[in-house]
């Protein structure tokens, strides 16, 4: 069963600190993983799309790396701010899919403290 | 701003009841989909239309139904509400492409099912 796991689940850090969010996937093959943030009771924003290809793609202070061999991908922020508090959601698509395919993680719920 | 609006933003029913929940996906997608995520978890798929077809759908029961009309905007409805019903629902519009693109989230619909 293809699926998403995400590490930790939650975590809480002070603003200024850098974190580094995980995703393993057992998804094979894969188009495009990509990575959003949620806000609370929010819809999810993307941040970064990256194809099977690529190993790094960053967005302003969000970073994600892949490594397709052991199927994990991370997103590092830098330098957090209190509005980076929010969930971020790791999501991979199949190759053999389009959206309604989308396999998506339960998200890492991040918390910014001052 | 993704440009998909949706509406109600909030809305309380009790069991047994339906539920229309709308969607305005962004100007130029011609594809919709419905995902519900319950609290602390990743959205899940209910079903996706394109060009007014049903064009895959996860798995939820037939209570669960959708229309898309002309203008590309769309209804989920469900009938017969549970409590396990209550869930952020989000539409998220997109181009039909397989496995690339971007998909673009609204706000989401917080329903409660008392």
């Known amino acids: 069963k293809n699926q998403v796991e995400q590490s930790p689940q939650s975590l809480i850090i002070l603003e200024g600190k850098n974190c580094t969010l995980q995703?393993?996937?057992?998804?094979?093959?894969?188009?495009?993983l990509r990575w959003y943030k949620q806000d609370t009771g929010r819809g999810p924003v993307s941040l970064t799309i990256?194809?099977?290809?690529?190993n790094t793609k960053s967005n302003g202070r969000y970073t994600a790396t892949l490594d397709a061999d052991t199927k994990q991908s991370s997103l590092h922020i830098t330098a957090s701010q209190l509005s980076d508090s929010a969930s971020y959601i790791c999501?991979?698509?199949?190759?053999?899919?389009?959206?309604?395919?989308?396999?998506f993680g339960a998200g890492t719920r991040l918390a910014v403290h001052p | 701003e993704t440009g998909v609006t949706q509406s109600p933003t909030h809305l309380i029913k009790t069991r047994g009841q339906q539920v229309t929940l709308r969607c305005s996906s962004q100007?130029?997608?011609?594809?919709v989909s419905w995902y519900q995520q319950a609290l602390g978890q990743g959205p899940q798929f209910i079903f996706q239309?394109?060009?007014?077809?049903?064009?895959g759908r996860g798995n939820f029961p037939p209570r669960f139904s959708g229309l898309q009309f002309p203008n590309y905007s769309s209804e989920l409805n469900v009938n017969a509400l549970e409590l396990d019903d209550s869930a952020l629902y989000l539409c998220?519009?997109?181009?039909?492409?397989?496995?690339?693109?971007?998909?673009?989230f609204g706000e989401g619909s917080r329903l409660t099912v008392l």
């Open positions: 100007s130029g997608h011609n594809t």
């Open positions: 990256m194809t099977f290809s690529e």
């Open positions: 995703c393993n996937y057992t998804v094979s093959p894969f188009s495009n």
């Open positions: 239309y394109y060009r007014e077809e049903e064009n």
């Open positions: 998220a519009s997109s181009l039909a492409e397989v496995g690339g693109g971007e998909l673009f």
């Open positions: 999501v991979v698509i199949p190759l053999s899919g389009g959206y309604n395919k989308l396999i």
